[in-house]
């Protein structure tokens, strides 16, 4: 194996990692990605980590519906798949961390249109940027 391809394979497993996904389901319950350790409750204000997003399926940050607790640095150049759910093109709003911005892009590999979220900030509706179930990529930020 060449010195390349292990180079390589240890840049990817350390992405993994260190690069966290949490999914909150409609009980409140959390899955976890490898390496990732579980929060106290379902608040992300109370992570640990203040580089975070959290995305949801439906307007007005319905806890009640799916969503995505995703702690940064991050770089997600699909959203196919995420935690076995599809949220390529499913966004409808998002809250950002204290220590967080986000770049949501309309095509997948960061292609397209994109809007910028500063942190601290929260879209309830992301038809308000016309961005409304039109994310394909993202990225997640750290100061």
């Not at 949501?104 to 309830?124: K, V």
């Not at 179930?133 to 993202?138: C, F, T, V, Y």
Request: negative net charge; hydrophobic residues 45%; aromatic residues 6%.
């Amino acid at each position: 194996m060449s010195v390349m391809r292990i180079v390589m394979l240890v840049y990817g497993a350390s992405i993994i990692a260190v690069l966290a996904i949490v999914a909150l389901n409609s009980m409140g319950t959390e899955s976890l990605a490898a390496g990732v350790s579980q929060q106290q409750d379902n608040n992300p204000l109370k992570h640990d980590n203040k580089c975070w997003a959290e995305i949801y399926m439906n307007a007005e940050f319905d806890k009640n519906g799916p969503r995505l607790l995703l702690v940064g640095p991050h770089e997600l150049t699909t959203l196919k798949g995420l935690n076995d759910q599809n949220w390529d093109n499913d966004i409808e709003s998002i809250i950002v961390g204290p220590e967080a911005y986000v770049v949501l892009y309309a095509d997948q590999e960061f292609g397209g249109r994109t809007l910028i979220l500063a942190a601290n900030q929260s879209l309830e509706s992301l038809s308000d940027a016309q961005m409304k179930n039109d994310i394909e990529s993202l990225r997640l930020s750290c100061k």
